[in-house]
C-alpha cells in the first residue's frame, strides 16, 4: 500500500548478514564463518574430525579409479572377443572394481557414522555455548524484544548449522579431488571438455545462491511471528493457562489466530520455493545440454575411431560424473553460503555486548551506614520518560522501609537498582559507605534476599524450589528445614506424601500443585535461605494470601528481622504500618514519607489511601 512505511523489525533484521545477503561483496563476506565453525567441530572432537576428513579424501579419490577400472574392462573386453582369449584378466578387472566400490561404500558408511556421532556431540556443545551465554547476560536484554528475536533465531537454527557447513567443506573437498581426477584423465581426450564441465554448472549455482539469501532474509524477518506461536503453544498447551482458556472460551480465537500465522508464513514460503525451483529447472537445462552435448561429441569421435570404446564409455562417465561433482560443489558452496549466514545468527548472540563486571570491593569502609539512594534516577533502556527520579533515601541496619504507591510508580524498578539488576541513570546508591558499582556482583547479592512478587515456580522438589534461594546451599535439606520454618512453610510441607522431596508442578510424574499461599510460603522461605543476608527485600510476595495471614507473616518476618533492613513492597496498609519509614512514590518521585503516625496526621496521598480501602472494611 502507497505511503505505508516499512514494518520497524523487518528493516532492523537488515542490518549486518541479512542486509550483505543480496551482494557479491555480501557473498563472500559470510564465509567468514566458515573457519570458526570448522574451529568449532574440531574443539568438539578431534579424531571423529581426522577420521571424517580422511574418509572424505578417500570417497573423493576411489571414483575416478572406479571409471578408469570400467574403461578398461570393456577394452579387456572387446580385446577377448577378437583374440579369442579365455578372458581371466577381465575377471581380474571386475574384481579389482568391485573392492573399489566396497571401499567406496565404506567410506561413506563411516561418514554417515561420523557424521551421527558429530551431530549429536555438536548440537549439545552448542545449546550449552547458547545457555551459558544467557548466564552472563543482563536482566535489560531479557526485557528487550530485539534480543528475545535474536535468540529464537539462534536456537531454532544454529545448533545443527556448523556441522552442517563443516559436511559441506568435507565435500567440497570431496568433490573437488573427485573432480580433479576426473579432470586429469578427461583432459587426455580434451582439454575444452574439462573448460565445459566446469561452465555448465556456474547458471544453477547463481540461482541457488540467490534464493539462499532470500531464504535467509525471511528467517530473519519472521522471528517475531515465530516467537507468537511458540506463545501460542504455550498458551494452548500449558496447565497454567488452561483454566483461563477453557473459562474465557479463548482456545478457538487464539488456534485461529496460530492458524493465520502460519498461512501468512506459509504464502512467504510458497512463493520462495516456487520461484527457487522454477529458476532451477530452467538454469538446470543449460547444465543437461553441456552433458549431452559433450556425449555427442565423444561419440562421434568413437565413431571416427580416434577413440577406442572402452575410452568412450570412461570419458562418457567421468564428464556424467564430473557434471555432477561439480553440481555438488557449486551446491555445497551455496549451502555454505546459506549455512554462514544462519550461523551468523548463532556469533551474533553469543557476541552480545556485556558489561565486564568493574567492582571488586567485598566489603565497605562504613557497616553501620547501611543502605542509601543519592538523588538516584533511572530511565530503561528506549524509553522516553524516567522511571525514577530524584529518589533520595537512607536505611540503617535494624530499620525497616515500605514503599507504596500505584502500579507503575517505580518501586519494583528501586528493588532492581538496590540489588544491581540495573545500574542508575543518575546518582548512586552506596551500601556500608561504597558505591555498589565497586562491589563485587556475588558478593553483594549474598548480602540481599530478594522475592518478587513474581517469583519463579521451579517444576523441582519442594526442598529444591526452597533451596532456590541460595545456591550454595541448593541440596541441603537441613538448611531447608531451617528456612521453611522461619517462611511458615514447614507445616504444610510436612502433610505432602514426600515431605521435602515431593516433586511440585504437572510437568513431570507425580507432581503436586500449591496453592497461591503456599507457594508464597515457600518463596518466603527462600529469602530466608541466605542466612548471611542483612538486607530483605519483599515485593507483594504474599498478595495470595488473606490479611490475617499476611499480617502474621509480616509480624513473624519482623521478629527474625531485627538486626537487619528490610524493605516491603505491599499494598495492604495493615501490614504497611509495621514500618518504621514509609515511602509514597508517584510517578517515579518521592511524593511523601516518614512514619505511619507522621503520614496520617499529614493528611497526604497515604492518609487518603489507607482511608480508601480502610472503608472497604467497613
Known amino acids: 500500500m502507497a505511503g505505508t512505511p516499512p514494518h520497524p523489525t523487518r528493516l532492523q533484521a537488515q542490518r549486518g548478514p541479512a542486509r550483505e545477503a543480496g551482494s557479491l561483496r555480501g557473498f563472500f563476506g559470510v564465509f567468514r564463518y566458515s573457519r570458526r565453525a570448522l574451529a568449532l567441530v574440531w574443539s568438539t572432537n578431534r579424531a571423529l574430525t581426522v577420521a571424517l576428513a580422511l574418509l572424505t579424501l578417500v570417497a573423493g579419490v576411489l571414483p575416478a579409479g572406479v571409471a578408469y577400472v570400467g574403461a578398461l574392462i570393456v577394452d579387456a573386453v572387446v580385446n577377448a572377443v577378437r583374440s579369442g582369449a579365455a578372458g581371466r584378466h577381465v575377471v581380474e578387472l571386475v574384481a579389482l572394481e568391485g573392492l573399489l ?13 561420523c557424521q551421527s ?51 559441506r567443506t568435507f565435500g567440497v573437498v570431496q568433490n573437488g579431488v573427485s573432480l ?30 540467490k534464493f539462499s539469501g532470500d531464504a535467509f532474509r525471511l528467517f530473519r524477518w519472521r522471528s ?56 532451477g529447472f530452467f538454469l538446470g ?81 562504613d557497616p553501620a551506614d547501611g543502605v542509601r539512594f543519592e538523588d538516584v534516577g533511572f530511565t530503561y533502556p528506549g524509553a522516553e520518560a524516567p522511571a525514577l527520579e530524584h529518589i533520595t533515601l537512607h536505611l540503617k541496619p535494624g530499620e525497616s522501609l515500605a514503599l507504596v504507591g500505584e502500579n507503575g510508580s517505580g518501586k519494583t524498578t528501586l528493588i532492581k537498582l538496590l540489588t544491581r539488576l540495573y545500574a542508575p541513570t543518575t546518582g548512586r546508591i552506596l551500601l556500608d ?37 541460595d545456591e550454595r546451599y541448593f541440596e541441603d535439606e537441613p538448611r531447608w528445614r531451617e528456612a521453611a520454618e522461619k517462611g511458615r512453610a514447614a507445616q504444610f510441607i510436612e502433610t505432602l506424601p514426600q515431605g521435602y522431596a515431593t516433586q511440585l508442578g504437572k510437568w513431570f510424574k507425580d507432581g503436586r500443585e500449591l496453592s497461591g499461599g503456599q507457594w508464597q510460603k515457600i518463596a518466603l522461605s527462600r529469602a530466608f535461605m541466605r542466612s548471611r543476608a542483612d538486607i530483605l527485600v519483599l515485593d507483594e510476595p504474599t498478595a495470595a494470601m488473606d490479611a490475617q495471614a499476611e499480617a502474621e507473616v509480616f509480624e513473624h518476618f519482623r521478629q527474625l528481622a531485627r538486626e537487619r533492613i528490610t524493605i516491603l513492597i505491599s499494598h495492604r496498609f495493615s501490614t504497611v504500618r509495621m514500618a518504621d519509614q514509609i515511602v509514597v512514590l508517584e510517578s517515579g518521585r518521592i511524593a511523601e514519607r516518614g512514619s505511619h503516625e507522621e503520614l496520617m496526621q499529614r493528611n497526604g496521598r497515604y492518609a487518603h489511601l489507607f482511608a480508601l480501602q480502610a472503608r472497604g472494611y467497613r
Open 101 to 113: 566400490v566396497a571401499a567406496i561404500s565404506g567410506a561413506q558408511r563411516g561418514i554417515s557414522l
Open 117 to 167: 556421532l558429530l551431530r549429536a556431540q555438536l548440537g549439545q556443545r552448542v545449546n550449552v555455548m547458547i545457555l551459558e551465554k544467557a548466564l552472563t547476560l543482563e536482566l535489560q536484554h531479557f526485557e528487550d524484544s530485539e534480543f528475545y528475536d535474536k535468540l529464537t533465531r539462534a536456537r531454532r537454527e544454529a545448533s545443527t548449522r556448523p556441522l552442517s557447513l563443516v559436511m
Open 180 to 209: 580433479v581426477s576426473y579432470g586429469s584423465l578427461l583432459a587426455h581426450f580434451s582439454p575444452w571438455a574439462v573448460g565445459v564441465l566446469l561452465v555448465a554448472g556456474l547458471p544453477s549455482f547463481i540461482a541457488e545462491a
Open 224 to 279: 517475531p511471528e515465530t516467537r507468537m506461536q511458540i506463545y501460542l503453544e504455550t498458551v494452548l498447551a500449558r496447565e497454567d493457562h488452561a483454566k483461563e482458556v477453557k473459562l474465557f472460551g479463548l482456545g478457538s480465537r487464539l488456534l485461529e489466530r496460530y492458524r493465520d500465522i502460519f498461512r501468512r508464513l506459509y504464502r512467504e514460503d510458497r512463493a520462495l520455493t516456487i520461484r527457487r525451483d522454477l529458476w
Open 285 to 365: 537445462l543449460i547444465g543437461s545440454g553441456a552433458l549431452y552435448g559433450a556425449y555427442a561429441w565423444i561419440a562421434l569421435t568413437a565413431v571416427r575411431q580416434l577413440i577406442s570404446l572402452g575410452q568412450m564409455t570412461m570419458y562418457v562417465a567421468l564428464f556424467r560424473q564430473g557434471q555432477a561433482a561439480v553440481s555438488a560443489i557449486l551446491t555445497a558452496i551455496g549451502g555454505m553460503y546459506e549455512d554462514n549466514l544462519y550461523l551468523s545468527t548463532l556469533y551474533e548472540y553469543l557476541e552480545t555486548p556485556v558489561h565486564a563486571p568493574s567492582g571488586q570491593a567485598l566489603k565497605g569502609p
Open 433 to 469: 559507605g561504597r558505591d555498589l558499582q565497586e562491589w563485587d556482583e556475588a558478593a553483594l547479592r549474598e548480602r540481599i534476599g530478594v522475592i518478587f512478587q513474581d517469583f519463579a515456580r521451579y517444576q523441582m522438589l519442594v526442598g529444591e524450589n526452597v533451596g532456590a534461594g
